[in-house]
T-cell receptor, first 113, second 115 residues
Framework: QKEVEQNSGPLSVPEGAIASLNCTYS??????FFWYRQYSGKSPELIMS????GDKEDGRFTAQLNKASQYVSLLIRDSQPSDSATYLC?????????????FGGGTRLMVKP | DTAVSQTPKYLVTQMGNDKSIKCEQN?????MYWYKQDSKKFLKIMFS???????INETVPNRFSPKSPDKAHLNLHINSLELGDSAVYFC??????????????FGPGTRLLVL
């Protein structure tokens, strides 16, 4: 059973701090990794995708991938109260024919003013 | 200028009824999906269609029957609704499914409550 695991939180950080969200996955043959943000009562929206080992930066967001250790993380710099949401990690397994994503349970982030 | 839209937004119904949820995307994508998000917020794939053809069916009870009349629409019909079907159902689409255009964009969700 392929799994994606996240700490459910809540992760509480003060405004302006760095929020660090982690995700581990069970299958080494994993191809693509995605971070989605979901506000309460809303649909998931894509923040970042990452495909190769290392860091990928986009504005205040940095995704980090380590395939050998089977984890992917998301750093949010200068956290804002508007970043308060649930962050979903999603993995596309390398040998699935249909672009199927497996999601983790999400980490709830709370940024306190 | 909605990209992925779903109707209805809310659906409250009795156990045993049959209901349908509709999804439309105006992104010109080839691939569409149905996901179920339960009360614990786990988001789980149910079906995927590419150009009107089923490519993923994730061991969903056959009370759930997707239909894709064209590549811009993917509807979900549910027969004999059960209490455990209460969840939020999300439709999503991606440019394709083989890689390169795999990013999935989600609709607003349909909140189904079975009483």
């Amino acid at each position: 059973q392929k799994e994606v695991e996240q700490n459910s939180g809540p992760l509480s950080v003060p405004e302006g701090a760095i929020a660090s969200l982690n995700c581990t996955y069970s299958d080494r043959v994993s191809q693509s990794f995605f971070w989605y943000r979901q506000y309460s009562g809303k649909s998931p929206e894509l923040i970042m995708s990452i495909y190769s080992n290392g860091d990928k930066e986009d504005g205040r967001f940095t995704a980090q991938l380590n395939k050998a250790s089977q984890y992917v993380s998301l750093l949010i710099r200068d956290s804002q109260p508007s970043d308060s949401a649930t962050y979903l990690c999603a993995v596309k397994w390398g040998h699935n024919a249909g672009n199927m994503l497996t999601f983790g349970g999400g980490t709830r982030l709370m940024v306190k003013p | 200028d909605t990209a992925v839209s779903q109707t209805p937004k809310y659906l409250v119904t009795q156990m045993g009824n049959d209901k349908s949820i509709k999804c439309e995307q105006n992104l010109g994508h080839d691939t569409m999906y149905w996901y179920k998000q339960d009360s614990k917020k786990f988001l789980k794939i149910m079906f995927s269609y590419n150009n009107k053809e089923l490519i993923i069916n994730e061991t969903v009870p056959n009370r759930f029957s997707p239909k894709s009349p064209d590549k811009a629409h993917l509807n979900l019909h549910i027969n004999s609704l059960e209490l455990g079907d209460s969840a939020v159902y999300f439709c999503a689409s991606s440019q394709n499914y083989r890689g390169g255009g795999e990013t999935q964009y989600f609709g607003p969700g349909t909140r189904l409550l079975v009483l």
